[in-house]
Structures are given as C-alpha cells and as structure tokens.
Nanobody, 115 residues
C-alpha cells in the first residue's frame, strides 16, 4: 500500500522561501504524474504544480515563476521549492498523483505566510 508523507512546512515571512518534500513508501513516482495540491481554510483543494514521469511540469497561474516542482524517482521523493511566498499561499499542502487518488491523501504540511 502506497503512503505519501509531506514535510517541510512552517511559518515564513512574506517574500521568504520554503522547500516541501513528499516521500512515498512505494515506487509510484516512476510511473505516475505527481502533483502538489493545497487547501486554504474555507476553500477547495487546488492543484498548484504537476510533474510527469518524464519530468514535464505545469503550474497554476498563481504560483508560476515562484514555485518549482521536481522529483527524484530513485529516492521516491518529490519536492516543491516555494519562493517569494505571499500570505495568499497560506494553506495545507498535500502531494498525490495527478489526477489524485483518494486513498493516497496524507496529512499534509501546513504553510503559513505572515509577518
């Protein structure tokens, strides 16, 4: 059974950076497109970045140019480098396949951008 564990969140000031990690218990990265999702209070969960098994990436317009998604298939780990963070980036961040598989949702990692 695949388990995804997110880490790296925290409290950061506007303009700061964080790097999120997503570790998988199984080797799903090499055969699936993966994504980073976020959910802010009172809002629906949204896809912010996606990466294919071949490394092709796509980003939501709101994070384009600021966030970078990457993956290390050998380590079964995916990353999200987040720069120039803004208060509107505050949310719980999750990783999953893209499109997402219900059984793969983990606990997420909280990112709070505030001065």
């Amino acid at each position: 059974q695949v388990q995804l564990v997110e880490s790296g969140g925290g409290l950061v000031q506007p303009g700061g950076s964080l790097r999120l990690s997503c570790a998988a218990s199984g080797s799903i990265f090499s055969i699936n497109a993966m994504g980073w999702y976020r959910q802010a209070p009172g809002k629906q969960r949204e896809l912010v970045a996606r990466i294919t098994s071949g490394g092709r990436t796509n980003y939501a317009d709101s994070v384009k140019g600021r966030f970078t998604i990457s993956r290390d298939n050998a380590k079964n780990t995916m990353y999200l480098q987040m720069n120039s963070l803004q208060p509107e980036d505050t949310a719980a961040y999750y990783c999953n396949t893209a499109p997402p598989w219900t059984n793969y949702w983990g606990q997420g990692t909280q990112v709070t951008v505030s001065s």
